[in-house]
């Protein structure tokens, strides 16, 4: 894809969500709540001046459709352009992505706290981890019994996928926490 016609990672984002099913912008909101909030956010005032963007380029089209508001309602779909740009972006080079973590820097920092306050630190970041893995499996295991998520061609494949990634990567961070915590309690004693 030619420099000019490129459009940013929260349009890519979009891209990814209309190519699995058309949807209004409302409904895009929602589904970058969950699951593509997992790994990328957009705020929902952002969502329709990037479709609008899109629409520009050819990337998406929409149709109106009935809806509850005084506006009329738009649905959107990926159009071959699109899906191509998409294709183009998902094997293209990747530009090295800042680093900011900031519960990380803030256990970096924690040598300031007392052995409770870096305790509780430890035990909040845990928590957090253990809660969004809880999250993961639900969703891995709704995808179970989908002969999607086994067919490489399907969208529930990489979500499947996706999601044994956000398992892994979560549980390797509460373990990560357990050892902390061990490690201030024999620090301790």
């Known amino acids: ?13 979009l891209l990814g969500l209309l190519a699995r099913s058309p949807s209004t912008g409302y409904d895009l909101a929602r589904r970058m709540e969950r699951p593509v909030g997992y790994f ?21 089209r929409h149709t109106v459709i009935e809806g509850a508001g005084p506006r009329p309602t738009k649905r959107y779909a990926v ?15 990747l530009e090295p992505q800042p680093v900011r973590d900031l519960e990380t820097l803030r256990l970096w920092n924690m040598w300031l706290l007392d052995r409770d306050a870096a305790l509780d630190l430890v035990a909040e970041a ?11 499996e639900v969703e891995l295991a709704e995808l179970a019994g989908d002969p ?19 398992v892994r990567t979560r549980r390797a961070a509460v373990e990560w926490c357990d050892w902390m915590r061990a490690r201030l309690e024999a620090a301790h004693r």
């Open 1 to 13: 894809m030619k420099r000019e016609e490129s459009t940013g990672n929260l349009g890519f984002a």
């Open 40 to 60: 990328w956010s957009a705020h929902h005032g952002q969502i329709y001046p990037e479709l609008a963007r899109l629409e520009a380029r050819g990337f998406v």
């Open 126 to 136: 845990r928590a957090g981890h253990a809660e969004r893995l809880a999250a993961y």
């Open 148 to 166: 999607g998520a086994v067919d490489p061609s399907h969208p529930n494949f990489a979500s499947a996928l996706t999601l044994e990634g956000g």
């Open 79 to 93: 159009s071959a352009r699109g899906r191509t740009a998409l294709r183009e972006w998902v094997v293209g080079e």
